[in-house]
């Protein structure tokens, strides 16, 4: 659900960035401290959706370091209100993943919180620097994914140094980007820094008097996927404003980019055969046969014959369809629509469909900004190895899993010759927000492939007051408000109360639930009857469409 986000006017709201890095302490300013002042400014609110979504813009420094130097960064953000009948309980920041991904469509989650739990806050959407309808944003090479690519695997020198060079390419075209100036500011501390001036500012902007005011003393977040990592720091550099968090498909900030890739790759792999597996359960619907592991031969036959004879008019090769098949192993949710495109390929040669899966996702300016800004954030964020290390561990993990284990390594090569230098990522701890007492919510499915649950339990033993809600066995990744009622039921709780599940014992979940259902082809989908026998219809496609691009960036 993408909003055009109207300019408007500025309006002076006096906040100086020295107050800013006091409130977060000294850890808070990822370098040296700030010897001049900036008032960030956030803009009057006007109308700009019929369902009453309201826009602004907030403008805030392009260097938080060096904020005097009159550079400049201007993000686009949106909220709905929060219910005048409610206890009012501040606002309600969301950033949907990525990074790359836009925000400002998320204010709408605000009425699929069951309980009408949501209408306590006002609900924030904002893209984030370098992001959609910010300025400036970021573009690079809207060509850089292309139809019928050479082969992931570098099984030649040729095939390679074709890769080595695209990848240079890419960086290079982000290099001469008229959004170059943003590319050394991008990291991850960039953005939790711009969240906390929204929040100074919003609240300044409500003026000394107002009975809000003291609502706003902290900031409540709902993060999904790279969004619970600006979660994480958030609450490692300002411990004390940190409210209400939930935190869904959580980042493990200990193998945070580099080694996340390649847990990745074994769990998409995973993912994929548990898809295959569920393809031949319905044999009678994709006429595939009914063994899941015949199947998965039977695709990795289909990448060889696509390298020497492309499918979909010369443009579906291997590559592309695997970049295709790849929400398989996100989410149960296209899994009919998947399931049918690829039948329909392997017993007729028709790829039509399974190309326009693929070109939806990954082509044109849109998709062009979203990957610049991914690569912007993770290329300053961390250093990553040499290149015959990245070799050498992209080949075994190849062996075992090879599903995507090219296709991510090369999907994170332009890092390689990124025209910014990494300034090293945010060491997160959670001691400080512990010995508050601070309680914030964890969830994850238990065979999530793009955040596997093993973070999850890393960051609840990092964070002693979190609890951890497990969607036991379920492959979707960040699924919260889908239609759930176990989960959505425990968010709409905690956002209405502050009560989380009860901490156990030991390295473990405090809250199992059901997963996201796989669907059922010949019946619509059990996901909609799940949803109506919880009297809780999760968010509508729309919006869930939108929250699986933005969270299909996440680490990939």
């Not at 095939?159 to 890419?170: N, Q, T």
């Not at 390295?507 to 799940?530: F, L």
């Amino acid at each position: 659900m993408k909003r055009v986000v109207s300019a408007v006017c500025a309006v002076v709201v006096v906040v100086t960035l020295a107050g800013l890095h006091s409130i977060g302490g000294a850890s808070a300013t990822p370098s040296a401290p700030s010897t001049g002042s900036f008032t960030p400014t956030l803009a009057p609110w006007t109308t700009c959706a019929s369902d009453g979504t309201e826009c602004s813009r907030l403008t805030v420094p392009l260097d938080y370091a060096n904020p005097g130097n009159g550079k400049t960064v201007s993000l686009a953000v949106t909220r709905l209100l929060a219910s005048p009948s409610m206890t009012y309980d501040g606002i309600m920041v969301v950033n949907p993943g990525g990074p790359g991904g836009s925000g400002t469509g998320f204010a709408a989650l605000q009425q699929y919180v069951p309980n009408k739990a949501g209408y306590h806050y006002d609900w924030i959407g904002f893209d984030p620097r370098g992001v959609g309808a910010s300025t400036p944003a970021l573009h690079c090479n809207p060509n850089y994914f292309g139809a019928d690519r050479p082969s992931f695997r570098p099984t030649t020198k040729k095939l390679l140094h074709y890769w080595l060079k695209k990848s240079a390419g890419y960086a290079s075209a982000c290099g001469r980007s008229s959004a170059k100036t943003l590319l050394p500011f991008m990291d991850t501390r960039d953005t939790v820094q711009d969240m906390e001036s929204l929040r100074v500012a919003y609240q300044n902007q409500l003026g000394a008097f107002s009975s809000k005011r003291a609502a706003l003393d902290k900031l409540n977040y709902y993060g999904f996927s790279y969004g619970t990592y600006l979660g994480t720091v958030y609450a490692t550099l300002y411990p004390s404003k940190v409210g209400r968090f939930v935190l869904d498909g959580v980042v493990d900030p200990a193998t945070y980019w580099y080694q996340s890739n390649f847990d990745q790759s074994i769990g998409f792999n995973r993912n994929i055969n548990v898809f295959f597996d569920w393809m031949a359960k319905y044999h009678k619907v994709f006429h595939l046969g009914t063994n899941g592991k015949k199947i998965r031969r039977g695709f990795n036959a289909e990448l060889k014959k696509l390298r020497k004879h492309p499918s979909a008019k010369g443009r579906l090769g291997p590559d592309e369809l695997t970049d295709a098949m790849l929400d398989a192993g996100y989410y149960v949710f296209d899994w009919v629509e998947i399931g049918k495109a690829y039948s329909k390929l392997i017993r007729t040669g028709r790829g039509a469909g399974l190309y326009g899966m693929y070109a939806s996702g990954n082509q044109g300016a849109d998709n062009d900004n979203e990957f610049a800004v991914y690569n912007a954030v993770q290329c300053t964020d961390q250093k990553r190895p040499p290149l015959a290390q990245q070799l050498r561990q992209t080949r075994q993990v190849f062996k075992k899993a090879p599903f995507l284990a090219w296709d991510n390594t090369w999907y994170n090569m332009p890092c390689l010759t990124w025209p910014a230098a990494a300034r090293g990522e945010v060491k997160v701890n959670g001691a400080a927000l512990s010995a508050l007492g601070t309680k914030i919510l964890l969830i994850s499915e238990t065979k999530d492939a793009a955040t596997p649950y093993s973070g999850a339990l890393d960051v609840r033993s990092s964070f002693t007051t979190a609890s951890l809600i497990a969607g036991v066995n379920g492959t979707t990744h960040a699924g919260s408000l889908f239609g759930v009622a176990c989960t959505d039921d425990t968010v709409a709780t905690y956002l209405a109360t502050g009560v989380v599940p009860t901490r156990k014992a030991g390295r473990t979940s405090d809250r199992d639930c059901p997963p996201n259902p796989q669907p059922v082809p010949t019946s619509g989908g059990s996901r909609v009857a799940a949803r109506t026998a919880a009297g809780d219809p999760g968010m509508p496609e729309s919006l869930r469409a939108d929250l699986a691009r933005a969270q299909e960036l996440t680490l990939r």
